[in-house]
């Protein structure tokens, strides 16, 4: 299966259908099953203590797997998540981006499964790995 979208169309597509968050995020790269997505961090997204909010972790591994799905299957914007599990494993670098490594599992009809590993720019050990399911509407 080869992609259904651009690094760039996946860009256009988050700010004509999500304009409140398209800013927050920067698609890095994108192949099949794949894509590299960062969050550019601000104060907005920090917790006590310095550190990037558990939310906002969810939030890049939900955007990275959604548009790692669109990028194979073309733009439906209702596809949607219906299952969620983060482990979060260290501290994120204080000030520092957030990477997420995407990786399809399963890309079928009506489900898939994404996986991802969070990164805290410039360190080599994740910082959280997200497992996700989306719900395919139909074509």
Same mark, same amino acid.
């Given at each position: 299966?080869?992609? *259904?979208?651009?690094?760039?169309?996946?860009?256009?597509?988050?700010?004509?259908?999500?304009?409140?968050?398209?800013g927050? @995020?920067? !698609?890095?790269?994108? =192949?099949?099953?794949? !894509?590299?997505?960062?969050?550019?961090?601000?104060?907005?997204?920090?917790?006590?203590? =310095?550190?990037?909010?558990?939310? $906002?972790?969810?939030?890049?591994?939900?955007?990275?797997?959604?548009?790692?799905?669109?990028?194979? !299957?073309?733009?439906r914007?209702?596809?949607?998540? $219906?299952?969620?599990?983060?482990?979060?494993?260290? *501290?994120?670098?204080?000030?520092?981006?957030?990477i997420?490594?995407?990786?399809?599992? *399963?890309?079928?009809?009506?489900?898939?499964?994404?996986?991802?590993?969070? @990164?805290?720019?410039?360190?080599?050990?994740?910082?959280?790995?997200?497992?996700?399911?989306?719900?395919?509407?139909?074509?």
């Amino acid at each position: 299966m080869s992609l *259904k979208m651009t690094q760039d169309q996946l860009a256009e597509f988050l700010v004509a259908e999500f304009p409140q968050v398209a800013g927050d @995020f920067a !698609i890095e790269d994108v =192949g099949e099953n794949r !894509i590299r997505v960062r969050l550019v961090t601000e104060e907005r997204h920090l917790r006590p203590g =310095g550190t990037v909010s558990g939310p $906002t972790m969810f939030a890049l591994a939900d955007v990275s797997v959604y548009l790692a799905i669109l990028a194979m !299957i073309g733009p439906r914007a209702l596809a949607v998540t $219906t299952n969620c599990s983060i482990d979060f494993m260290r *501290k994120p670098a204080a000030g520092a981006d957030l990477i997420a490594e995407c990786r399809l599992l *399963k890309l079928g009809r009506v489900l898939a499964v994404g996986e991802v590993l969070l @990164f805290s720019q410039g360190v080599e050990a994740p910082v959280a790995r997200a497992s996700l399911t989306y719900s395919i509407p139909p074509g």
